[in-house]
């Protein structure tokens, strides 16, 4: 029962009254048919549900672990966070800040800032659990947006510390990162440029146009975890400030890096690149890049997402060659080494399903693109998660800890690289197609976000273009293994068996090497009208793909692992049937070995035995022997001498008696003489014996004090 209320709210959050609220005001309007990009409208701190409703302009909230409670009126309630100032744009992305207090609004038009208001109460809801509240809404560079109606805003993210001021980097179209502050939104606290050419001031709209032809346009930027500052930025932030990377991504695949840091203001160095990249390829790595992330662990991963469905994973490492270093111009720490970005795999997304076609379709299924978003799993830094018009990818980097441990070792490890060289490459699960065929109406995601609580379990919640809310587990299977427990560490006097030292996997992880899906069947859902049927030519391609798939996928595997458990069933049991008669031989070796141990015992007896007697008679012989010799021997010399020594001392002795009794006879004469004088009576009269009894009595009294002042003395010292 503990578990099943645990789950409670994976039923009750699909059917929650904020989605039936949203999908009536859907069903009444006309949809619109057009090309969408994916969104993301849902975040979720602690255990609140945000969903930012973009007509109404206001927030809906509900709290996860009510959802579990018994209590059914808890079950259906959520809080509508209104802004005062509502933004003028549509809202495609919500970000929460890293101190958790702002979130930020934004669309391609403009950004808005919405202040979290203040908890209290038993359950610590949003100003003690009041259904409708107001919320401060800060416009930021709302008048850049308004003077300049051809520039866009490309991408917008929060700056990473969590004790500074909070500041907004903003990517424009104009191929500049503007940062703002909430304090004076409406001016940018920093200006980066970050144009490939020279000139660093705004370029023209035609030499704008030109340098997106060849694709020397910003299109995503990504901050990395802190770092050693460069020399340029040392100067002007204190040590105690942490400084953070930003690598900036354009569309032709080339990579920029710049410092920020927050000292006396913010603070960012010239973008310095583009970053080499090994080894190097012919196209760059592609012209179409559209998304990146850094991932927090070390070494730095850097994802490169590109708009066909191709994610290039990049191991970043300080550059070792002088004269790659030194063709990075624009670096501006000095001679600071540039780092390197080595691509350690590409990965290649299946963003519709690939079915069986005719020969004129397939020119057509593979000229299929769409921006692709990237996001950090907050609960595995060996993961994150792909969103994009056809659905939801999840990417685990399995092999990044054998990396780590290579990275660590100090000197060269040829096993451990031959082994990070034949490792499996990562895990791409497809968990969601919204298009499953080019033909397919488009419906991109509207809310995508990770559930941190782990009181919750670990959860993914995916809300689809017709607000439906899809949960799925988070895969176990990505997650580092777990360190070994003490009991399973073998002590010092264990002993284990050498070959099992030689075998570095058990059956088990190769059961599971075989049972690994390169693809799998993801959740398919229908866009467009619920009550038309699909076409059935789709339908048949869609069966004939999930067909061949679980056939693929599941069934021929599931049968090699089935033929390897046979073969090692069948290796087992010849084994044992070997071990078996080995234990029978071995049995009656030590019922023969017990045999002869116990005549040996009884040999052994009898020869001590034998022993014995035969010492006894020596000695006797000896004896006689040594008795029956004229001249005496040493031991009998130093006997006699020893008597004879006896018996002068015996005599002394003697001497010494008869004088202690002749003194003893004179002093008993002595003795009898005063006895005879003593029996004499004394006659006393009475005031002498008075005084002698006063006196006894004085001495009496002392006595009794000393004594009693002894045993004081003997109680204070414990004696």
Same mark, same amino acid.
């Given at each position: ?8 709210? @994976? ?160 990517? +424009?179209? &104009? ?176 963003? +519709? ?51 780590? !441990? ?8 040829? &096993? ?85 030292? @030689? ?164 002093? !008993? ?51």
């Amino acid at each position: 029962m503990a578990a099943f209320g645990a789950d409670r709210w @994976l039923n009750d959050l699909p059917n929650h009254a904020i989605f039936q609220k949203i999908r009536e005001r859907l069903d009444s309007e006309c949809g619109t048919s057009g090309r969408e990009k994916a969104k993301n409208l849902t975040f979720c701190l602690g255990g609140d549900f945000f969903l930012w409703d973009d007509p109404e302009g206001v927030f809906y909230t509900t709290n996860l672990r009510q959802l579990n409670s018994a209590q059914p009126e808890s079950s259906g309630k959520y809080q509508t966070l209104q802004c005062i100032n509502p933004p003028l744009f549509p809202v495609c992305q919500v970000l929460l800040s890293p101190t958790q207090h702002h979130v930020a609004l934004v669309g391609l038009r403009g950004v808005s800032v919405l202040e979290l208001p203040q908890r209290w109460g038993k359950r610590s809801e949003f100003e003690g659990g009041r259904d409708t509240i107001n919320c401060k809404t800060i416009p930021v560079a709302e008048r850049f947006f308004t003077s300049s109606p051809s520039v866009s805003l490309r991408q917008a993210a929060w700056y990473p510390s969590e004790t500074d001021e909070p500041h907004l980097a903003l990517l +424009t179209s &104009d191929n500049t990162i503007r940062f703002y502050g909430l304090k004076l939104p409406h001016t940018p606290a920093k200006v980066l440029p970050v144009s490939q050419s020279e000139d660093e001031s705004s370029l023209h709209p035609p030499a704008r146009s030109y340098a997106a032809s060849l694709g020397e346009i910003a299109v995503a930027f990504d901050f990395g975890p802190a770092c050693c500052p460069p020399r340029r930025l040392a100067a002007q932030c204190a040590k105690d400030r942490p400084v953070y990377p930003l690598y900036v991504l354009y569309e032709n695949g080339e990579t920029y890096v710049s410092y920020t840091g927050q000292a006396n203001g913010l603070c960012a160095t010239r973008p310095a690149g583009p970053l080499p990249m090994y080894p190097a390829a012919e196209d760059n790595y592609g012209y179409d890049a559209c998304a990146v992330l850094c991932l927090p662990c070390a070494p730095c991963i850097l994802v490169i997402a590109t708009e066909s469905g191709t994610l290039y994973h990049c191991v970043v490492l300080e550059s070792e060659e002088e004269e790659e270093a030194g063709a990075v111009e624009t670096w501006s720490g000095g001679a600071q080494a540039a780092p390197a970005l080595y691509v350690f795999e590409c990965v290649e997304l299946e963003l +519709t399903l690939k079915v069986a076609a005719a020969e004129e379709d397939d020119a057509q299924e593979l000229d299929f693109t769409c921006p692709v978003r990237l996001h950090r799993d907050p609960l595995c830094q060996q993961r994150y998660h792909c969103t994009h018009e056809a659905g939801v990818h999840s990417v685990g980097l399995i092999w990044l800890h054998k990396l780590q !441990r290579f990275l660590r070792s100090n000197e060269e490890d040829k &096993d451990g690289l031959q082994e990070l060289a034949a490792e499996k490459r990562c895990i791409v699960e497809h968990i969601l197609c919204t298009r499953p065929l080019l033909s397919s109406q488009s419906a991109p995601v509207r809310g995508f976000l990770i559930v941190s609580d782990l009181s919750l379990g670990a959860t993914m919640v995916c809300v689809t273009a017709s607000y439906e809310c899809v949960m799925l587990p988070l895969l176990s299977s990505i997650r580092p293994p777990s360190p070994p427990l003490l009991c399973s560490e073998p002590g010092p006097g264990s002993a284990s068996s050498p070959l099992r030292g @030689l075998a570095s996997d058990s059956f088990e992880q190769h059961i599971r090497r075989v049972l690994t899906r390169s693809s799998n069947n993801p959740v398919v859902l229908k866009a467009g009208d619920k009550e038309a049927s699909p076409p059935p030519a789709e339908c048949l391609q869609l069966l004939s793909r999930a067909t061949q798939v679980f056939r693929e996928e599941y069934i021929m595997k599931q049968d090699m692992a089935r033929e390897e458990i046979q073969r090692r069933v069948k290796l087992l049991t010849g084994q044992k049937a070997k071990q078996v008669e080995e234990l029978a031989l071995c049995r009656e070796e030590k019922k023969s070995l017990t045999e002869a141990a116990e005549r040996l015992a009884d040999k052994y007896e009898d020869a001590k035995y034998r022993q014995e007697t035969l010492m006894n008679r020596v000695k006797k012989v000896l004896c006689s022997l040594q008795s029956q010799l004229p001249v005496l021997s040493n031991s009998e010399k130093d006997m006699k001498k020893e008597l004879q020594s006896i018996g002068e001392q015996l005599k002394n002795l003697d001497n010494c008696i008869r004088q202690v009794n002749m003194k003893m006879a004179y002093q !008993r004469k002595q003795v009898d003489k005063d006895t005879s004088a003593s029996r004499a009576p004394v006659p006393l009269n009475a005031q002498h014996k008075k005084v002698v009894q006063d006196v006894l009595r004085e001495q009496g009294q002392q006595i009794g004090d000393m004594m009693k002042q002894i045993k004081d003395i003997k109680s204070h010292f414990s004696f």
